[in-house]
């Protein structure tokens, strides 16, 4: 009896598709084999007739595959009985990734909460200490690349630990800095971490839940975020009544003790149960390789067969690379833009006291933590692209009133809607990037593609202070501007950055549901159930093989042992 395809774009187990559904999934799945095959092949290859009916026929479903909502039950909108399913060591790894991003956040808006109190330490405008915060964004992709990197290859475990560490070193720097140029210098530092945090976080508390449960848990995970901006802007409140002009350097060293107690925590427990099965994995998969080599170790590659390795994966993955750096450089710009500026026109421009911002910080806050709990759910029946742009629409329609009312009540109401459609879109990206990514490099495409849309992004803040400039609303006797209009250009930025995101997710594809491990890797984990479910230990099994493995080597071995070799390198 046959067995039926898997399906990449849509849960097996919802209820059942209609007619033109079905068409639309296999045309997708057939367009997306056409696809990988153009982009893996070089140009010399590649059929010019085969590509444009490929394309044209994958524009034709961007539409028609928007219209694949699921049946709407209790059982796709209700998250409980999935969350059930998840056990206390799930729960441990989901809050350590959780708090991780949550103290990258509060790190990062440490400073922005504080721009008023450093630009008088320094003698530097609020232009200058934006700056700040645009450095950290700049140096994110190299975190990326080598906190990504150590994670996808040797641990989830000591990137995490190591990442924290920095944070803790940073946090308690900064007030020491007596300089602009020396604080500068330790946001750097900040801005190393903050980039390296974000994969190892997301894989520690997303990888071990169950399948159906990750859409919700992917929405709760990201809102730690906005849950940093709420830890910075209420610490800083508590402070300011108690630390006078030096109250800013209270937050910075209190906020020390999270990044250092999470380390501590993290240190107590192993790598996932994911990532433990993947390092077994890889004992397998060197197993062949050497029987392949005809029993004998293999040979180091060197650094020329190391980069032939690089080019071969960006030759394959580049499409996908480039699409998912265009995807995050508008939700990047979407937080930027709409939140890092948000206290200084609050303060600056509207006149506000520092209670009223502080409730204004929370409770629209508030409201990203909800949208991304909620679109988390919802995007089990829309799925991610349609959710997405569902977001992006709603988001829209709350940036005038947000923005340009410019009264308590509306900037209360209308924030909160608006930060609920950001912190939306924020709520489906994780596990939509994790579908997206090859899964022999997740950790650091995903999250290098993030950061890399952060760097695109990390001048945002400084491009606004700019601008606004550009728009005073009142000057001084002696014609000097004193109020700077903020709220116009926020609300312009931020509502050409949610067109430019529906654009991107709509020409985008998605892998609903889609298995997160590579077919050779999950082929692989599958024997270690096997042996582990008949309780046989893998380093044993391995070690006996290879005593009893024949010393043969062919050159359709060294063959077979090159390609092992690239996948566990």
């Excluded at 367009?31 to 007739?49: A, F, K, L, N, Q």
């Excluded at 994911?274 to 890889?282: D, E, G, I, P, S």
């Excluded at 629209?364 to 829309?382: D, H, P, R, S, V």
Aim: with cysteine; proline share 4%.
């Amino acid at each position: 009896m046959p067995v039926a395809p898997l399906k990449l774009y849509h849960n097996p187990s919802l209820p059942a598709e209609r007619a033109q559904d079905a068409l639309d999934d296999a045309a997708l799945e057939q367009i997306y084999s056409r696809d990988e095959e153009v982009e893996y092949r070089d140009h010399d290859d590649t059929d010019d007739g085969d590509f444009k009916v490929s394309v044209r026929e994958y524009a034709v479903t961007r539409f028609t595959s928007l219209l694949h909502i699921h049946k709407v039950s209790a059982e796709n909108l209700n998250p409980i009985p999935e969350l059930r399913k998840m056990t206390l060591q799930n729960w441990n790894y989901f809050f350590m990734g959780y708090l991780a991003w949550l103290c990258a956040a509060w790190a990062f808006f440490c400073v922005s909460v504080s721009a008023g109190s450093l630009s008088k330490l320094y003698g530097k405008t609020t232009h200058d200490i934006t700056w700040g915060l645009s450095l950290v964004l700049f140096v994110r992709s190299a975190g990326a690349i080598i906190f990504g990197t150590w994670t996808d290859r040797y641990s989830r475990k000591w990137p995490f630990i190591t990442c924290l560490l920095i944070f803790a070193v940073a946090q308690l720097c900064t007030p020491f800095c007596d300089t602009y140029s020396k604080f500068l210098g330790v946001r750097w530092l900040t801005g190393i971490s903050m980039g390296g945090i974000y994969a190892c976080a997301s894989a520690t508390a997303i990888e071990d839940a169950p399948v159906k449960a990750r859409s919700f848990l992917s929405g709760l995970f990201f809102s730690a975020y906005a849950m940093g901006f709420i830890f910075a802007i209420i610490f800083n409140r508590a402070f300011s009544s108690v630390g006078g002009s030096n109250s800013w350097k209270i937050q910075f060293w209190f906020s020390m003790w999270l990044p250092l107690s999470l380390a501590a925590w993290r240190l107590l427990w192993p790598e996932t149960n994911y990532f433990t099965k993947v390092l077994k994995a890889r004992k397998l998969i060197a197993k062949d390789a050497i029987e392949a080599n005809g029993g004998q170790p293999l040979p180091k590659l060197s650094f020329k067969q190391k980069w032939v390795n690089i080019k071969s994966t960006v030759r394959r993955h580049w499409v996908h690379f480039v699409y998912l750096v265009l995807l995050l450089v508008g939700p990047n710009y979407l937080t930027h833009a709409s939140q890092d500026l948000l206290p200084t026109m609050l303060r600056s421009q509207l006149g506000l006291s520092e209670d009223a911002v502080t409730v204004i910080v929370v409770v629209t806050n508030l409201g990203a933590i909800c949208g991304g709990m909620i679109f988390g759910q919802l995007m089990e029946i829309t799925g991610r692209r349609l959710g997405l742009i569902i977001a992006c629409t709603m988001g829209g329609c709350f940036i005038y009133p947000a923005f340009m009312l410019r009264t308590k009540e509306a900037i209360l109401g209308a924030g909160f809607m608006r930060y609920f459609c950001v912190f939306g879109v924020w709520g489906i990206l994780p596990i939509h990037m994790a579908e997206l990514a090859p899964a022999d490099a997740r950790a650091l495409v995903s999250g290098l593609a993030y950061q890399l849309g952060n760097l695109a992004s990390a001048a945002s803040a400084t491009i606004e202070t700019q601008l606004a400039e550009r728009y005073p609303l009142a000057r001084n006797a002696a014609g000097e501007v004193t109020k700077n209009d903020y709220a116009k250009v926020m609300a312009i930025l931020t509502g050409s950055v949610f067109i430019f995101t529906l654009v991107c997710v709509f020409v985008g594809h998605e892998k609903f549901h889609h298995d997160l491990s590579s077919p050779t890797m999950k082929k692989y984990i599958d024997q270690v159930d096997d042996l582990e479910s008949d309780g046989v230990s893998v380093s044993e099994y391995v070690t006996q093989e290879l005593k009893s493995a024949p010393m043969n080597f062919s050159e359709s071995n060294r063959s077979k042992a090159s390609d092992e070799q690239v996948e566990i390198a």
